[in-house]
């Protein structure tokens, strides 16, 4: 039994349209109910700069400063997490020149990177802006597969931004027509290994979730069926090292096309996730709107029950407007899913009553335009 992860208090100031709030949670789930508007999203992320990234929004750092404050935000919570209480806070500070930074608190020692926050808790999260994932740009995919190896893979987000500086710099010499050997060689050979590392750790949450969802029995919630296309789709079967070896070469070959179209065309930047409606056997791109939407929320609810697996430890998940296009009995059956998984979710919607089958398993706030009752 995976043991459970909590936030217990929730402290912002000058964050989005918060001028200051705090929340105090008992470990229940917790369900923000207000108008379009009024900020519950807002909290959502803020719950969300407690992960390596740039929250759920992707956003520039400067925009989540309010309006009219000084150009600085502050996120403190106090957290029941896989090492013990801690508590951690995280934000930015006025800043003269353009390069802002996210500083980071661990129980008010200031942390090397980002990445520390794994040490201590894993938030996962799914927002009305992931609805069109199927349909849209492979870029989304490949970064939402990313955010989940992430969870379980410590080193992946440095592995893809050590990965995409590396690629920067080779489009560069490329496009400046210095074709140096020796450079190039050395650029490539981190490119492969990256890449390669960087492919297999995609493949084997993929070989995870397969296995998982195999044994997972009936759920009101379509199975995902996930593939890899377009870069070593079997990086799995065979030696890394005769993969790196492969692609060291593939770059080496592709030196002058990729400087004719000023970028490189192969690699794992170029992965798509393919997602298929199991039960119909059809693509999710071709599903209707609503199964689209079962399907994410089965493979969310599966990865949150992997990583719980395989850290010993539930993770936090963000549910924004979760409840807005179920009938009441899969709302019903989504929320005994979530409260399955024995850990702590935040939930967001317009009218609390579409909750009330959570009953006494969840805290009930009101959101009203940087106000926050209980």
């Known amino acids: 039994m995976a043991q459970k992860t909590s936030l217990s208090r929730l402290k912002l100031t000058d964050f989005r349209n918060y001028a200051e709030a705090t929340l105090v949670f008992d470990g229940r789930h917790v369900v923000l109910a207000g108008e379009n508007g009024a900020g519950k999203t807002n909290l959502l992320e803020a719950v969300s700069f407690f992960s390596p990234g740039r929250g759920l929004?992707?956003?520039?750092?400067?925009?989540?400063?309010?309006?009219?404050?000084?150009g600085s935000f502050t996120i403190f919570a106090d957290v029941d997490g896989m090492e013990g209480d801690v508590s951690i806070g995280t934000g930015i500070e006025p800043a003269d020149?353009?390069?802002?930074?996210?500083?980071?608190?661990i129980n008010g020692t200031p942390a090397k990177s980002t990445e520390e926050l794994s040490d201590h808790l894993s938030v996962l999260w799914l927002?009305?802006?992931?609805?069109?994932?199927?349909?849209?740009?492979?870029?989304?995919r490949r970064r939402f597969l990313d955010r989940l190896v992430l969870s379980l893979d410590h080193a992946h987000g440095r592995r893809a931004s050590d990965f995409e500086?590396?690629?920067?710099?080779?489009?560069?010499?490329?496009?400046?027509?210095r074709f140096d050997p020796a450079w190039l060689s050395g650029i490539e050979a981190q490119?492969?290994?990256?890449?390669?590392a960087m492919a297999a750790a995609r493949q084997e949450m993929l070989g995870l979730l397969r296995t998982l969802s195999a044994g997972s029995g009936e759920t009101p919630f379509p199975t995902p069926v996930l593939a890899l296309e377009g870069f070593m789709d079997h990086a799995t079967e065979r030696p890394a090292a005769e993969l790196e070896d492969e692609y060291l070469e593939?770059?080496?070959?592709?030196?002058?096309?990729?400087?004719?179209?000023?970028?490189?065309?192969?690699?794992?930047h170029r992965s798509d996730l393919l997602v298929r409606h199991r039960e119909k056997d059809m693509e999710a791109e071709r599903c209707s709107t609503g199964e689209q939407k079962a399907l994410l929320i089965g493979l969310v609810l599966a990865h949150a029950r992997l990583t719980a697996d395989m850290t010993g430890h539930t993770p936090i998940l963000l549910l924004d407007e979760i409840a807005a296009h179920l009938d009441e009995g899969r709302r019903a059956a989504l929320f005994d899913l979530v409260h399955g998984l024995g850990g702590q979710s935040f939930m967001t919607g317009t009218d609390k009553s579409m909750f009330s089958a959570?009953?006494?398993?969840?805290?009930?706030?009101?959101?009203?335009?940087?106000?926050?009752?209980?």
């Open 57 to 70: 929004r992707r956003a520039v750092l400067t925009d989540v400063a309010r309006v009219g404050a000084a």
């Open 97 to 105: 020149g353009e390069n802002v930074t996210r500083k980071l608190r």
């Open 127 to 140: 927002t009305p802006a992931m609805d069109g994932l199927f349909t849209g740009p492979a870029a989304d």
């Open 165 to 177: 500086r590396a690629m920067r710099s080779r489009n560069r010499l490329l496009s400046e027509g």
């Open 191 to 196: 490119m492969a290994s990256l890449g390669i």
């Open 250 to 268: 593939m770059l080496r070959n592709s030196r002058g096309r990729d400087a004719a179209a000023g970028r490189t065309l192969e690699g794992p």
């Open 358 to 374: 959570l009953a006494d398993r969840a805290q009930f706030f009101t959101v009203a335009h940087g106000s926050v009752t209980s």
